[in-house]
């Protein structure tokens, strides 16, 4: 198991940005593909944003041109750092771990709110 620990949500005004943080208890450089999800009330969770350990990054259409996925190996911890939010984008976060396609670790997520 890989334990994730999220911060960094909040409150913001649209247009505003905010950085999640997502810190995991081993040695990211190992884990094949780590990411973001989020949750929106009465919807389905979806893929924000993935990365993956030879440095290839997916976004949803979404969040392309604002979010960016980013992965720091030395404090084995990953960041989405989301500008120009939308009140839209107003959901639980969730960072996930996979160290191969059948593992999937979840950390307890962080709420982001975004104000029209």
């Known amino acids: 198991q890989v334990r994730l620990v999220e911060s960094g949500g909040g409150f913001v005004h649209a247009g505003g940005s905010l950085r999640l943080s997502c810190a995991a208890s081993m040695t990211i450089s190992a884990i094949w593909s780590m990411g973001w999800y989020r949750q929106a009330p009465g919807e389905q969770r979806e893929m924000v944003a993935r990365s993956t350990s030879v440095g290839q990054a997916t976004y949803a259409d979404s969040v392309k041109g604002r979010f960016t996925i980013s992965r720091d190996d030395a404090r084995n911890t990953v960041y989405l750092q989301m500008n120009s939010l939308k009140p839209e984008d107003t959901a639980v976060y969730y960072c996930?771990?996979?160290?191969?396609?059948?593992?999937?670790?979840w950390g307890q997520g962080t709420q982001v709110t975004v104000s029209s």
């Open positions: 996930n771990a996979q160290r191969n396609p059948y593992d999937n670790n």
